[in-house]
């Protein structure tokens, strides 16, 4: 297994390097409304990692109460489908709450879907029980009257962001090799690219830096 995937966070908890996210989507938890939620950031920054965490810690059923879709792929007739059946009635399982995670928003490619979900967005017609989470690499082509029916996150791919990854990173690579083993050279670096940091880009360096001391071990 690849370390991103085993050591994806699981709660908002382990979320790093994104603080005040975190808090804002704590206090979501502890009081839920419907809303839309637009996390925006570039790459490897945790965004499609905290929608998981918010629907874990939300208690929402995976198999239920999540839809999930690739904005490219989302069809006016899956639209039509979710805001006309799906979301009018209760999960089967977990929490009462519907919630639609939207990867790649900027990605909707057709004017009739992005027109029905500026439509059932609305004050208006948003359903009772329903969480919209979206995620963006880039919102600034996104129709208006779209993006006005979300509260944005913009996610850190900065400094600060960068720190708290590799003390995350030095964690994970102690659980792999021991805590007796240094760090290899370099580590630090791990992740940056065009002054933005990437904790998938950082990972899957790590998982070669893993992966070579143990054949180094073996062939010892």
Request: proline residues 5%; negative net charge.
């Amino acid at each position: 297994m690849r370390l991103s995937q085993q050591y994806q966070p699981t709660t908002l908890g382990d979320v790093v390097g994104q603080p005040a996210i975190v808090r804002r989507l704590r206090r979501l938890v502890t009081a839920p409304y419907p809303c839309c939620l637009l996390f925006e950031g570039k790459g490897g920054v945790g965004k499609s990692a905290a929608a998981k965490a918010l629907i874990h810690d939300l208690g929402v059923c995976p198999f239920s109460g999540l839809i999930e879709y690739s904005a490219s792929n989302l069809s006016i007739e899956e639209v039509r489908r979710l805001f006309g059946q799906t979301f009018r009635y209760r999960p089967m399982a977990g929490n009462p709450w519907h919630i639609l995670l939207i990867e790649e928003l900027e990605l909707i490619v057709s004017r009739h879907v992005n027109a029905a979900l500026k439509d059932e967005l609305s004050e208006q017609h948003m359903p009772e029980r329903l969480i919209v989470v979206a995620t963006s690499n880039d919102a600034s082509g996104l129709d208006e009257a779209l993006l006005q029916r979300f509260e944005i996150f913009p996610f850190s791919a900065g400094p600060t962001f960068a720190e708290a990854c590799q003390e995350r990173l030095a964690w994970i690579w102690q659980q792999e090799v021991g805590e007796d083993v240094p760090l290899p050279m370099g580590v630090e670096q791990l992740g940056w690219r065009n002054g933005s940091f990437s904790m998938r880009r950082a990972l899957a360096a790590l998982t070669g830096a893993v992966e070579l001391h143990r054949t180094k071990e073996v062939a010892a």
